[in-house]
């Protein structure tokens, strides 16, 4: 049974930009920094482009078949094999996904804040939260998106915009960096940071109007890698390149280092963590909604409660797996590379065989619902 039609195109860009801004942006500015020096805002932007393309496969894809989520469509492209291979591969990434987001969660938490709580605890408990909430339908979980932007979005622009009052425009010179060689495998980075906007697959068949799916992606796209943006070129303004890597996390640096105007707060770090606390559950339910809908679509079941339980024990023991924080990021890094076959490459090589077959979806076809 094909979900009602009630998501607007406000909501599906709210939806992505809370889904992409996440656990990501305490360490984006080390990841393209590292990449080339003073130009990590030059590769944080063709990061961005290059997400932006991956999106735009997806988008196209799903305007194509406007009641068929990517699981579902997929077989009619390239055949009901091939395509559950493909499927089996978005299902697993995003399953890992989820859990790498809940351990760098809990290795902030137990590092910054809570300093004697195991990290077992906050890694179950954000899990646990996320599992429970992804029981909810599709309308549900637009409105809690819709709800919650407006506290990840404010704050986040407030401390850019307090902290360029002490950047220096020198620490963003050369503006092409200073270790070119590295741009490419930033950019890959930095992209593979936008992959939770996959979401927009099952948010399209659920939108009241399907056609307006790319104005509401562009949107998404824009707020969510400005502020990607802004956040690397704060930090690197702040602090310049090299200082900037050696620390962990430069955006909560960042904000450390920002004060409201009168000394009403000296430091906003405390606030900034609530903030990203609210902006690392919305990514987590993205992720882990995208997981179990998916699994459902692909069984050919009703509704995808009955896996919001069932997989909490697999994402965590996937999640506790990486030894240290170190070995956290590394994985992070290469998981995100791999993934953007699955989330760029696969999404493009079914659009061009879409378009080579002329296969396309009806506005609201009366499929059953083995199809």
């Known amino acids: 049974m094909q979900d009602a039609r009630q998501i607007t195109a406000i909501q599906a860009a709210a939806i992505l930009i809370s889904t992409i801004i996440g656990v990501g942006v305490l360490p984006l500015p080390l990841f393209a920094v590292r990449a080339t020096g003073a130009g990590a805002p030059l590769v944080t932007l063709l990061g961005i482009l290059v997400a932006f393309a991956g999106l735009l496969f997806i988008t196209m894809l799903g305007m194509r078949f406007p009641s068929q989520s990517i699981i579902q469509y997929s077989e009619d492209i390239v055949g009901k094999w091939i395509a559950r291979i493909g499927s089996a591969c978005i299902i697993c990434f995003f399953a890992v996904l ?51 932007l407006p506290l990840i979005l404010g ?89 900037t890597k050696l620390l962990l996390w430069p955006t909560l640096e960042l904000a450390k280092t920002t004060s409201l105007p009168g000394n009403i707060l000296e430091r906003l770090d405390a606030a900034f963590l609530a903030v990203w606390v609210t902006a690392v559950f919305t990514t987590l339910y993205s992720s882990y ?53 699955i989330t760029i490459a696969y999404p493009f090589v079914l659009l061009v065989i879409a378009w080579l077959r002329k296969k396309k979806g009806l506005r609201d076809p009366k499929h059953k619902l083995e199809q």
């Open 155 to 243: 704050p986040g622009l407030l401390i850019v915009a307090l902290s360029l009052k002490n950047a220096n425009v020198i620490n963003l010179q050369p503006i092409w960096g200073n270790e070119p060689a590295g741009m490419l495998s930033g950019v890959l980075i930095i992209a593979a940071l936008f992959q939770g906007s996959f979401i927009i697959t099952l948010v399209i068949p659920a939108m009241c109007r399907p056609e307006k799916a790319m104005r509401a992606s562009l949107w998404g796209i824009v707020v969510s890698g400005g502020l990607y943006f802004l956040i690397v070129a704060a930090t690197v303004g702040v602090f310049g390149a090299e200082e």
């Open 289 to 341: 909604f995208l997981t179990i809908h998916s699994m459902s679509k692909l069984f050919r079941l009703r509704d995808h409660k009955m896996f919001s339980l069932f997989l909490l024990p697999f994402i965590f023991l996937l999640a506790m797996q990486p030894q240290n924080i170190i070995q956290l990021y590394v994985i992070i890094e290469n998981v995100g590379r791999i993934g953007l076959w």
């Open 98 to 148: 989820t859990s790498l987001a809940a351990r760098e969660f809990g290795e902030v938490v137990v590092t910054s804040v809570l300093k004697r709580t195991p990290l077992e605890v906050t890694v179950i408990v954000m899990l646990l939260l996320a599992a429970v909430t992804t029981r909810k339908d599709i309308a549900k979980f637009a409105y809690i998106h819709y709800f919650y």
